[in-house]
């Protein structure tokens, strides 16, 4: 991994903590994703107009991923709903990167080497701790239902991780590969909520407009800068690399959800840049 595309990767991260925490302080989370998904939607639309189109091999890895990446959303929905941020965030994002090695190393014989694999569990071990340190704040016990939402999200951030790893690589082309995905997966939310509520949700989506286009553009920025450095490095190290987000993801909660961080969770976070010195001394 060279220092381009772990800057790369590292500016993804931060831009992806921030459009989240932009939808979760939206309350109505089905506005503050069909408001995401429009912007994302229509951005790839004009995007994919002006870009090669990605090659026959790639397009059943890419529709492959829109399912995921619908799944996804609404299971971040679903765990924006129930739990803190600071918590849910972490956890969606923390349980991707060993998966993401699990299933790198058994389905695209990407099996990382020593340092590589030192990082990846340093740093996952750190993001573990940042996650599960300080439950709820007021109540230490845990939320299963959010729990298992979060869990669930990350499981399918490491599915389509994998999924957009080999398509974008037999695509051709990364922006056409990233401008499609996005078209297809940002659209299904609001059609969902369109048809949902009706003539009313032009109503409940004028107040929260200008947050929510803003977090549609920011997520297509970050998962454009993903899916380029996934043609230039291995899966697992960007995959643990980019949940660097969650350190982001923790110090918004804090700052500005006032949710709890503590010394554990700055002992955690430290753990993690450990873990990412590792997998750049591999790169």
């Not at 109503?203 to 454009?224: D, E, H, N, T």
């Not at 899916?227 to 923790?250: C, D, F, H, K, Y």
Request: charged fraction near 10%.
């Amino acid at each position: 991994m060279t220092p381009v595309v772990a800057a790369a990767v590292l500016l993804a991260a931060i831009t992806h903590a921030s459009w989240n925490a932009l939808a979760h302080h939206i309350k109505d989370q089905l506005v503050a994703f069909t408001l995401i998904g429009t912007a994302a939607g229509v951005c790839g639309l004009a995007v994919a107009a002006f870009v090669p189109l990605p090659r026959a091999g790639a397009w059943p890895w890419l529709l492959a991923s829109v399912v995921l990446h619908v799944a996804y959303q609404t299971l971040l929905m679903r765990s924006f709903m129930l739990g803190d941020f600071g918590q849910m965030y972490p956890i969606a994002r923390g349980t991707a990167p060993l998966v993401v090695t699990v299933l790198a190393a058994a389905f695209i014989g990407e099996v990382p080497d020593g340092w590589a694999s030192a990082g990846v569990a340093v740093a996952s071990a750190g993001l573990v701790g940042v996650a599960l340190w300080g439950i709820r704040g007021r109540d230490t016990r845990p939320h299963w239902p959010a729990l298992t939402a979060a869990l669930a999200t990350g499981l399918a951030i490491a599915s389509y991780t994998v999924l957009d790893g080999i398509g974008v690589r037999s695509s051709g082309t990364a922006l056409g590969y990233t401008a499609c995905l996005v078209a297809l997966q940002g659209l299904v939310i609001p059609a969902y909520a369109l048809a949902t509520r009706g003539t009313q949700l032009l109503v409940q989506l004028r107040p929260a407009a200008a947050r929510g286009l803003l977090g549609g553009v920011m997520s297509l920025s970050a998962y454009s800068l993903v899916l380029w450095a996934q043609t230039r490095a291995a899966l697992a190290p960007i995959a643990a690399l980019r949940e660097s987000s969650i350190i982001v993801g923790a110090a918004i909660g804090a700052i500005f959800f006032k949710e709890r961080f503590g010394g554990p969770r700055i002992a955690a976070a430290g753990l993690m840049v450990l873990g990412i010195g590792l997998m750049l001394r591999a790169g």
